[in-house]
């Protein structure tokens, strides 16, 4: 019979590129460590289930591998990814109100809203579909050895295939993050260049400082001879 500790699979392999990166540019927003942390808890879950499957408790090592771990880890890896992507977007939008020296107040409106921000969220975990249906996979493999035990070899090998599968759709999954980054820096191009062809609206200067001038011209003249002057003028200046 297999024992309980080594029933838990090795995922680091399944993993990849999630732990030894291969591209050819580095994304536009640095994401290593979200990256590192990501499959740094998964191997932690494994480690933690591996220790806590003991003879007496072998359901323990289905906790730490279930459906809500591997789904906690992908989620928090997005909500943390989204979080820097947003912030990069609003310092790039802020950097290019200030080079058009926007006013501060209108620059205070650029900032991404919280439907911004998870619209952003959303596009950065929608390359997980292989990922979800691979965590299916792991739901149901786990209600079978559940009920069958480790000592059945074939929900065994289901289940460790399953975690496996996962792993490797794991990592496909941040992949497919990484390159929706670049692509969100694109979507907002055109909201870039708005800000950018930002220029101050003229019309207070027409409103205000027009009739000043023409007022002021009017007085020159008047005081110049060219122009009669008012009866309350001319009292008040003693014409």
């Known amino acids: 019979m297999t024992s309980s500790t080594s029933s838990v699979p090795e995922l680091a392999p399944a993993l990849g590129r999630l732990i030894v990166p291969r591209r050819f540019a580095e994304p536009w927003v640095p994401l290593d460590d979200l990256r590192e942390a990501l499959a740094t808890r998964v191997i932690e879950c494994a480690g933690a289930a591996r220790r806590g499957a003991t003879a007496e408790a072998p359901a323990r090592a289905f906790a730490g591998l279930d459906r809500g771990a591997w789904s906690a880890a992908w989620e928090d890896a997005v909500r943390r990814s989204a979080e820097r992507v947003a912030g990069a977007l ?103 260049a708005a800000v950018l062809a930002w220029r101050p609206t003229i019309w207070p200067v027409f409103a205000v400082w027009v009739p000043l001038a023409a007022v002021a011209f009017w007085v020159a003249l008047v005081l110049g001879g060219y122009l009669p002057a008012p009866a309350w003028l001319a009292e008040s200046l003693g014409f």
């Open 90 to 192: 609003d310092a790039e939008l802020t950097r290019a109100a200030r080079r058009v020296r926007m006013p501060r107040k209108r620059r205070g409106r650029l900032a991404l809203s919280g439907a911004e921000r998870r619209a952003v969220a959303a596009r950065l975990a929608s390359g997980a579909d292989g990922f979800e249906a691979a965590l299916d996979a792991v739901a149901r493999a786990t209600e079978v050895l559940h009920q069958a035990g480790l000592g059945d070899a074939t929900a065994l090998h289901e289940w460790r295939e399953a975690q496996q599968l996962a792993a490797r759709r794991l990592e496909a999954a941040w992949l497919a993050l990484e390159g929706q980054v670049g692509e969100e820096r694109a979507r907002w191009d055109p909201e870039l």
